[in-house]
């Protein structure tokens, strides 16, 4: 029987939900990317070896499961070129099941430009890889997209006029270089070949698929409380990561997703500036970061570390309608003698901790509940009664194996 599987990330991203979505698709049909773009980074740790991938959907090394990436993605034709090389060197081949939609927006070169030099005046602590200004180009209808390579006269005149509008907005909003209409063109034109080999109808192969009785996945990127509607506004991406995404995306409607995963790491991380109420400054700030290897996949920055924020957690689950829990990280708590969580905020909005005892002892690499400590699966228990839905998968290291499935 068929079954169609949302992954998402409950947080503000990093959650882990390339590992998940990896060991998930042994059983799926096709991968799908929804929102976002090459600023998300997820990794993938199979027999040793890691992979960091920022636009292929995680189901990518799995030699027979079907990649799309629907036109709710904005798409560096550059950066989507390098990461298939990578792969490609890696044994890794696409032929006959990348699928990518004509209705996707295009980063270009100049979009970067302009998200970097905004961000120089005003910080948000993009990752700089132009999204936010290509989602704003989108909206107002003057994108170029992915189907428009296909017509080189169309494509002249969207790129003109798109990258003579930047150019003004570079020089008299930012005093930053103009980009060359040229060279853009011709960067544009070396990777045809991608449009020439993936270019579809995405939701025309769904459909089909659907029909056939396979199984999708659906693959967000970034994290709830990174949402452009929901999240810590103006503090976001500029995309809908939560689970309305997908309709629009991709082109389905909400009832077709039976089981939305919603990942939250066993504590928090955050990139970039915004609030981060349970965010620490201490010895176990460090302990975190260094335990949980806290730097952003996509630029490298060290991540902002605190404790788990329950009420955060449990809008998220709401704001997602999330069927299961997925936590991970499980066993970078391994050494806390306490471990809190937040379990309120009070008058002033500062957040009100429950102390739990920590269990000092190895989790990582336990994949069978019933081995975890007593004071683990106490820990794991409240979570659960407290934002009202189960874990079905603990993730307790990086491999596909260290992962413990409930459901
Ligand atoms: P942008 O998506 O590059 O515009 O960045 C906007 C905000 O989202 C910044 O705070 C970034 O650090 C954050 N962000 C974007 N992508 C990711 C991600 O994949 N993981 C974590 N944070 C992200």
């Given at each position: 029987m068929s079954l169609n599987t949302l992954v998402l990330g409950l947080q503000w991203g990093d959650e882990g939900k390339g590992k998940i979505v990896d060991a998930l698709s042994e059983q799926i049909h096709a991968v799908c990317r929804f929102q976002g773009g090459h600023n998300a980074g997820h990794t993938i740790k199979v027999n040793g070896q890691q992979t960091v991938l920022h636009l292929c959907p995680s189901g990518a090394l799995h030699p027979k499961v079907q990649c799309v990436i629907g036109n709710g993605v904005v798409l560096s034709l550059e950066a989507l070129a390098k990461e298939l090389k990578g792969l490609e060197d890696l044994g890794v081949t696409f032929e006959n099941r990348m699928h990518i939609s004509n209705a996707c927006s295009l980063i270009l070169p100049s979009h970067i430009g302009i998200d970097k030099a905004r961000d120089k005046k005003e910080s948000i602590g993009t990752t700089g890889r132009g999204i936010g200004p290509a989602y704003e180009d989108k909206v107002a209808r003057r994108a170029v997209r992915f189907g428009d390579l296909g017509d080189s006269k169309v494509l002249k005149e969207k790129v003109t006029t798109l990258v003579n509008y930047h150019n003004k907005v570079l020089e008299n909003l930012y005093n930053a270089e103009p980009f060359s209409i040229e060279k853009i063109l011709l960067e544009l034109d070396s990777f045809k070949y991608l449009y020439d080999n993936y270019s579809s109808d995405v939701q025309d192969i769904i459909y089909k698929w659907s029909k056939e009785g396979h199984s999708i996945l659906f693959e967000g990127a970034q994290g709830s409380l990174l949402d452009i509607d929901h999240g810590t506004y103006p503090y976001v991406t500029s995309s809908n990561t939560t689970a309305g995404g997908v309709s629009t995306g991709i082109g389905v409607g909400p009832k077709f997703i039976d089981k939305i995963v919603g990942i939250s790491k066993a504590y928090t991380t955050r990139v970039g500036e915004g609030p981060f109420l349970t965010e620490l400054f201490d010895d176990n700030a460090e302990m975190l970061a260094k335990r949980g290897h806290e730097f952003g996949a996509t630029t490298g920055r060290p991540r902002r570390c605190g404790w788990l924020d329950l009420v955060a957690l449990k809008k998220a689950i709401f704001l997602n309608s999330v069927t299961d829990l997925c936590l991970t990280k499980l066993d970078v708590l391994d050494s806390f003698n306490s471990i809190d969580a937040c379990i309120e905020y009070d008058n002033s909005g500062n957040p009100?901790?429950?102390?739990?005892?920590?269990?000092?002892?190895?989790?990582?690499?336990?994949?069978?509940?019933?081995?975890?400590?007593?004071?683990?699966?106490?820990?794991?228990?409240?979570?659960?009664?407290?934002?009202?839905?189960?874990?079905?998968?603990?993730?307790?290291?990086?491999?596909?194996?260290?992962?413990?499935?409930l459901d």
């Open positions: 009100v901790y429950k102390t739990f005892p920590g269990w000092m002892s190895k989790t990582e690499g336990i994949n069978d509940f019933n081995n975890l400590p007593e004071n683990a699966k106490s820990y794991i228990s409240f979570i659960e009664d407290f934002i009202g839905c189960s874990a079905s998968i603990i993730s307790t290291g990086p491999s596909r194996e260290q992962t413990i499935y």
